[in-house]
Nanobody, 114 residues
Framework: QVQLVESGGGLVQPGGSLRLSCTASGSIFSLNVMGWYRQRPGKQRDLVARITGTGNTFYADDVKGRFTISRDKSTVYLRMNSLRPEDTAVYYC??????????WGQGTQVIVSS
């Protein structure tokens, strides 16, 4: 059973930065797409950013230029700069393996508030 361990959430002031990390326990060689989603209060879970095994990235429009996704072996990172109150959400890591199996992290809370 694959486990994802997330870290890096917390409380930050508007304009501040955070870096989220997520490490997968499964095989490195069969990792395919790694990504981050977020769920704002009362809203559905939305894709924030994802990165493929070849390094291709995708970003949601409202985080382009502010967030950067990267990966190193079995860990995916999300660097979040210029944070806004509307970025407040629970952030979830998601990984998909080459066999199509997908897994979710437990979620980490990000609060942007003065």
């Amino acid at each position: 059973q694959v486990q994802l361990v997330e870290s890096g959430g917390g409380l930050v002031q508007p304009g501040g930065s955070l870096r989220l990390s997520c490490t997968a326990s499964g095989s490195i060689f069969s990792l395919n797409v790694m990504g981050w989603y977020r769920q704002r209060p009362g809203k559905q879970r939305d894709l924030v950013a994802r990165i493929t095994g070849t390094g291709n990235t995708f970003y949601a429009d409202d985080v382009k230029g502010r967030f950067t996704i990267s990966r190193d072996k079995s860990t995916v990172y999300l660097r979040m700069n210029s944070l806004r109150p509307e970025d407040t959400a629970v952030y979830y890591c998601n990984v998909v393996y080459t066999n199509g199996a997908g897994y979710w992290g437990q979620g980490t809370q990000v609060i942007v508030s003065s």
